[in-house]
């Protein structure tokens, strides 16, 4: 069976890339390279980063393409590509990757989502911004350096306040 993407020029598309080694911090560790490979491809393949948010092994993002152009599959790994060749190689490599000449670095798939309304755009943008704190790493989501949440308090968007975890709230785990 093959599987079949959505394929809508100028949509929106809500995407999730998890690093092949969930238990790592490879994407937080080496930032400058994603954020470079992102810069790269942009302006080869132009998109409006809506949202992102990268964790230590995973990303989420919204992309909005081009009026005429529905391909997102290709500005993916090309971001996923630029990333393998700006980090040093060290990385376990099964066999199956390794005969292809694959770096270890990305699972292969991704999840994508075609964004349908503004609800859901605002979902997805929460959702983003809310992953830091969901996962643990930060109590409040303006506490994750590595999101588009300070772009989004800034323009007055989001109040710094928002998706906070309250003193209450951490005690209670305890």
């Keep these: 069976m093959r599987y079949r993407r959505a394929d809508t ?90 005969a292809k000449g694959e770096r270890g670095l990305w699972q292969r798939r991704y999840w994508e989502h075609l964004i349908r309304d503004d609800a859901d755009f605002e979902r997805h943008v929460d959702y983003i911004h809310f992953n830091p704190v969901k996962h643990g790493w930060a109590q409040r989501a303006v506490d994750w350096p590595h999101s588009s949440i300070h772009r989004f308090i800034r323009d007055g968007v989001i109040d710094a306040s928002w998706a906070s975890v309250s003193e209450s709230e951490i005690n209670a785990g305890e």
Excluded: W
Aim: glycine share 4%; net charge positive.
């Design 9 to 98: 020029p100028g949509a929106t598309y809500f995407f999730t890339l998890n690093a092949a080694d969930r238990s790592g911090q490879l994407l937080t560790e080496h930032i400058d390279a994603l954020r470079d490979s992102f810069r790269t491809v942009r302006r080869s393949r132009p998109f409006v980063l809506d949202a992102i948010c990268v964790l230590p092994d995973h990303l989420h993002l919204l992309m909005t393409l081009p009026r005429e152009d529905a391909d997102f599959a290709t500005r993916i790994m090309l971001i996923k590509q630029g990333f393998s060749r700006r980090v040093p190689q060290g990385e376990r490599i099964s066999a199956s990757r390794a």
